[in-house]
């Protein structure tokens, strides 16, 4: 897997997720949006705000690191991704086809009383800020450059995997609030 193209792709599946987030989810009302299948599980907002809560630390470091790089140069340099261990499997828990069930940590576990148009607000300018950080990331080192995780600063990642990681957590994520959608329909249509 190679930085450039990989970021290329990281994008596309960025602008696939807000295209799917505004086709199926802008239209909704906000008792939509905010119901709930059960005690047990997410609503559609809450769904979001767990990747507003996750994600807006992932991002802060790599907008840290873009920032950090100063002077820009003109050609990106290209490179071979080498996963570290904690890395893959960080990418295999939150990956949307991994059938393994994880529970959520405490302080990212989305509150019941949220503005449903807020939250979709911030997780759509998050998505941009990602997808804006991934035009300047490939001028970064994806494989020696680290981010700390949610876990503390004890357990970092490189840059190559917190990218690949924040998408397909997005993804996974995503999915969960369509399945909930499906669920509201039909539990509409009953």
Request: charged share 25%.
């Amino acid at each position: 897997m190679q930085k450039i193209e990989t970021a290329q792709r990281l994008q596309e599946r960025i602008r696939t997720v807000l295209a799917t987030v505004e086709r199926e989810f802008r239209p909704l009302t906000d008792e939509q949006l905010n119901w709930k299948p059960d005690t047990r599980q997410w609503s559609i907002t809450q769904c979001l705000q767990h990747l507003n809560l996750a994600e807006r630390f992932y991002i802060r470091n790599l907008q840290k690191k873009v920032d950090d790089l100063g002077l820009i140069q003109t050609t990106p340099t290209d490179q071979s991704l080498e996963a570290g261990m904690v890395g893959r499997l960080l990418r295999y828990a939150v990956d949307p086809d991994t059938k393994m069930k994880l529970p959520t940590v405490s302080f990212m576990n989305p509150r019941p009383d949220l503005n449903a148009r807020e939250v979709m607000h911030q997780f759509i300018d998050l998505q941009q800020l990602l997808h804006e950080l991934l035009d300047k990331a490939p001028y970064l080192d994806w494989n020696r450059e680290k981010i700390m995780t949610l876990f503390g600063n004890w357990i970092k990642i490189s840059v190559g995997d917190a990218f690949l990681m924040l998408v397909a957590h997005t993804e996974r994520h995503v999915n969960q609030a369509l399945r909930v959608k499906q669920q509201a329909t039909g539990a509409v249509s009953n």
